[in-house]
């Protein structure tokens, strides 16, 4: 890109202030100092960033700076750096928490998206290093060309971006996670969405994963370093579709201990057309499909998905519960190997099975399984509005529940599993008697509106003032129809950022579709299990992740009991209603010496929940 022109002009109309006429030297002399001065001022911020309060920038893409590495690297914490539309051939780190935003995007289907930032075939598009404090936000974009389109090893939010070409178009390494939401993600050169050797709280939902070469998300679960606290993955409300191996693939790693120390909710999503399963389990660190149906330890909770014209719908899981789920039009087999050593929570139940070549085989089922039934679903299938069948815009909308199907209330709210697990912690939100099977409540939406679980960026009001560029903010709509602004004008800039910025509160009062709440919590069972690091040392600042359940959007976190300075939290993220992330600038003058800190977790409502004596900070 080149640096913009200012958009100052010169009068060169020849005469000086008092209207007399003057010499053309003495004009071009003045016209070459000024240029100079404003070059100059280019050079550092000639245009001036737009002061969002609180210490926070608006920066913009090239307004200020022309490339937006060069923006990043100017920026501080808290900053927004919005780019305008075009193709940005940059390979770029993010090195601190920003919010990338995209001056326009479409929500709805950000394969419309026009701000492209192409990473010329290199490691990656966009690098996240290990060790940031908050998280960054990358919100609109084409990430494409390149080995890894997302490369992170720090906590970091995604949405609305379309991802193509590279290898991997997403890959979270130890130390990262965060949120991955309302992207599209199409034709990997061979994963998707890679985790590996993941040890912190993922949220991925709302994506459409698509013809991947090899898995739609592929879970490699390493055993050298597993997590000191158990890393929560929940994968929910996404469409898995076409993809070369399984939809979801996840890879047991020798050594011990068998347990990684790892948790997945896989929950509300569409998994249709994979070439080899649904959801695959492999042994052995084999990433490639070979329906061995491994026996993995982790527990994984799979529940309201519909699986529908894969080779094996399901293939191994020790520690699987299944239930709430359709498995149709599998073409090899259902549910293959679902069942563990004797004793394991391995259950496949309230499932409704139909025309699989073979429903299942070698598979513990339990009780509400119906066979041979046609689940009456609204429409197959089809190659979308294009007539090509592999692209970007194939419809498999149509795989929901008509109002007469007999799935509808076949559900369960709650299963418990053979150890007396409840699953899930809180029991499902549905419509009508009971849960439906499969992945859509009747009726609900295919997704969420793109703002109603939206949560608030990565720094707290007092550091991130929200300024409205548009006169009306934007409010939740059942009914949202996919726009996009304009792509020139400066004030429609706007749209993008005031999705980012609109205050949480008017989110929250947003009414819940039944899709949104399918797992959502509500007042019930707040409590904390648990908290991790438990430690600091003063002066440092530290991401503690808060497990437990009942957490709601909008929840505070405070520190009680301790003497001396107070704990100091920076930023709040409830990323579900079972993980808080909060930032803490830890505090402690060593006048009392080591301080141990209880830790509440306080919801909108008012409920309110305690972890004593959870947290010591000894003296700096
Ligand atoms: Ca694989
Ligand atoms: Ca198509
Ligand atoms: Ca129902």
Redesign the pocket.
């Known amino acids: 890109m080149e640096t913009r022109e200012p958009n100052s002009r010169m009068d060169a109309e020849k005469k000086n202030f008092l209207g007399m006429p003057i010499d053309p030297k003495i004009v071009v002399l003045l016209f070459l100092t000024l240029i100079a001065v404003l070059v100059v001022a280019v050079g550092a911020k000639a245009v001036a960033m737009l002061d969002l309060g609180g210490g926070g920038h608006l920066i913009r893409v090239p307004g200020n700076y022309s490339t937006i590495q060069a923006a990043i690297n100017a920026a501080g914490s808290g900053d927004i750096i919005q780019v305008q539309p075009g193709v940005y051939n940059e390979s770029l780190t993010i090195n601190k928490p920003v919010s990338l935003v995209a001056d326009s995007f479409d929500p709805i289907d950000p394969s419309k998206n026009i701000t492209v930032i192409d990473g010329g075939g290199q490691a990656a598009t966009i690098t996240i290093p290990a060790g940031l404090p908050q998280m960054p936000v990358i919100q609109g974009f084409v990430i494409r060309n390149s080995t890894d389109g997302i490369l992170a090893y720090s906590d970091f939010i995604v949405e609305y971006n379309f991802f193509y070409s590279a290898t991997n178009l997403m890959s979270y390494q130890q130390g990262s996670g965060g949120i991955n939401r309302n992207n599209v993600y199409f034709q990997a050169g061979?994963?998707a969405i890679r985790l590996d050797n993941m040890d912190r709280p993922l949220m991925i939902e709302n994506n459409r994963i698509l013809y991947s070469a090899?898995?739609g998300i592929?879970i490699s679960l390493q055993k050298a370093t597993t997590p000191f606290a158990t890393a929560m993955i929940d994968i929910r409300n996404n469409m898995i579709v076409g993809n070369g191996?399984?939809g979801i693939?996840l890879?047991q790693h020798p050594g011990t201990p068998e347990d990684s120390n790892r948790r997945f909710m896989i929950a509300g999503n569409l998994f249709a057309n994979n070439r080899k399963a649904g959801l695959g389990f492999?042994p052995n660190a084999n990433?490639?499909?070979d329906y061995s149906g491994a026996a993995l330890a982790e527990a994984v909770r799979a529940f309201n998905n519909t699986f529908y014209g894969n080779d094996y719908s399901i293939s191994g899981g020790g520690n699987l519960v299944t239930f709430n789920n359709i498995i149709a039009n599998s073409l090899t087999r259902g549910v293959w190997k679902v069942q563990g050593p004797a004793g394991s929570n391995a259950v496949v139940a309230y499932t409704l099975f139909h025309n699989n070549s073979v429903h299942a085989e070698q598979s513990n089922l339990a009780t509400g399984v119906i066979m041979d039934v046609d689940p009456l679903f609204v429409a197959a299938p089809n190659a979308g509005p294009d007539g090509t069948w592999g692209t970007v815009d194939d419809d498999f909308s149509g795989l929901v529940l008509q109002v007469n199907s007999p799935a509808v209330d076949k559900g369960v709210p709650q299963f418990v599993a053979n150890n007396g697990e409840a699953v899930p912690p809180s029991p499902i939100v549905f419509a009508g008697a009971a849960p439906d099977l499969g992945w859509r409540e009747v009726g609900a939406p295919i997704f969420m509106t793109p703002v109603a679980t939206f949560i608030s960026p990565i720094t707290p009001p007092a550091t991130f003032t929200p300024v409205l560029l548009t006169p009306v903010p934007l409010t939740p709509s059942p009914t949202v129809t996919a726009t996009v602004a304009s792509p020139t004008v400066a004030a429609a800039s706007a749209t993008a950022t005031a999705t980012t910025i609109v205050p949480s509160a008017t989110l929250t009062s947003a009414p819940l579709s039944p899709t949104a709440s399918l797992t959502a919590t509500p007042t019930l069972q707040l409590a904390i299990q648990s908290i991790n690091p438990i430690g600091a040392q003063a002066n440092t600042t530290v991401i503690i992740t808060i497990s437990g359940s009942g957490f709601q959007n909008g929840a505070t976190v405070t520190f009680e009991g301790g003497q001396g300075l107070q704990q100091e939290v920076t930023a709040v993220q409830v990323v579900n209603s079972n993980t808080i992330m909060v930032t803490v600038n830890a505090r402690n003058d060593g006048s009392s010496g080591t301080q141990v800190w209880d830790v509440r977790v306080t919801n909108p409502d008012q409920s309110t929940a305690v972890l004593l004596d959870a947290f010591t900070v000894t003296p700096g």
């Open positions: 061979s994963n090899a898995d592929e191996e399984d693939q890879i492999m990433t490639l499909e």
